[in-house]
C-alpha cells in the first residue's frame, strides 16, 4: 500500500513537471521576445535555465518511475534527490563568486566585464532556483511517502571484494589462538631472561 502510494506520488510529480515545463516553453517564446538589446535577452535566458532543470527532472523522473520493481524506483529517487542538492550547491557556490567578481569588476570601472558577469550571474541565479525547487518537491515527495532509503545494489566487483573480505575475516577467526609466550626482556650481549608474571 505504501510503495503503490510513492509510485502515485512520483507519477504525480511527473505530471506537475510536464506542466511547468509547458508553461516555460510558452513563456520562452513569447513576451519576453518584445523587448530588444541584451536587458530583452535575461528574462528569457532566465527561463531557459528553469526550462533545462525541469526537463532534466522530468526525464530522471520518468527512467525511475519505468524501473521493475518499487524499490528501484525509491532508490532511484533519493539518488536524484542528491543529485539535484549537488546541482544547486554547486550553483549556490558559482553565484556568490560571481558576484564577488562582479563586485570588483564594478569598482575598478571593467563594466563590459561587469555586464557579462551580471548576464552569467542571472543564469546561474535561475539554475539555483530551479536546482532548488527540484530538490523540495523530491524531498517533500520522500518525506510525505515515509519511505527509507534502500541498500544500494552490490556491482559483480564489489560482491567479490566483499566475499574475499568475509573469507580473510574467518580465516583468522576460525584460526586457533597460539599459547601466549612468556614475556621476555633483554639484558646484555643478547642474553634473554623470563619475567616472572604477578
Known amino acids: 500500500m505504501e510503495s503503490e502510494s510513492f509510485v502515485s506520488r512520483v507519477m504525480a510529480l511527473i505530471q ?16 519576453y521576445n518584445r523587448v530588444e538589446g ?4 535575461l528574462p528569457s535566458v532566465q527561463v531557459g535555465e528553469w526550462r533545462e532543470v525541469n526537463g532534466l527532472l522530468l526525464r530522471k523522473l520518468t527512467e525511475a518511475a519505468e524501473a521493475a520493481n518499487t524499490k528501484k524506483i525509491i532508490y532511484d529517487v533519493f539518488a536524484l534527490r542528491s543529485e539535484f542538492q549537488t546541482l544547486w ?13 562582479l563586485i570588483a569588476c564594478a569598482e575598478s570601472g571593467d563594466f563590459i566585464r561587469a555586464a557579462t558577469l551580471a548576464t552569467s550571474l542571472v543564469s546561474l541565479k535561475a539554475r539555483l532556483q530551479a536546482g532548488q525547487a527540484a530538490h523540495h518537491e523530491l524531498d517533500l515527495l520522500i518525506k510525505r511517502s515515509k519511505v527509507v532509503r534502500p541498500a544500494a545494489e552490490l556491482t559483480e566487483e564489489g560482491a567479490t571484494v566483499l566475499s574475499t573480505l568475509e573469507l580473510l575475516d574467518d580465516q583468522v577467526i576460525k584460526e ?11 639484558v646484555g650481549g643478547g642474553k634473554v631472561i623470563p619475567l616472572k608474571r604477578r
Open 176 to 186: 586457533p589462538a597460539s599459547k601466549p609466550e612468556p614475556l621476555r626482556a633483554a
Open 16 to 31: 506537475k513537471s510536464r506542466r511547468a515545463l509547458r508553461l516555460y516553453s510558452t513563456a520562452g517564446g513569447s513576451s
Open 38 to 41: 541584451t536587458l530583452g535577452e
Open 89 to 101: 550547491r554547486t550553483t549556490e557556490a558559482e553565484l556568490v563568486q560571481s558576484q564577488k567578481d
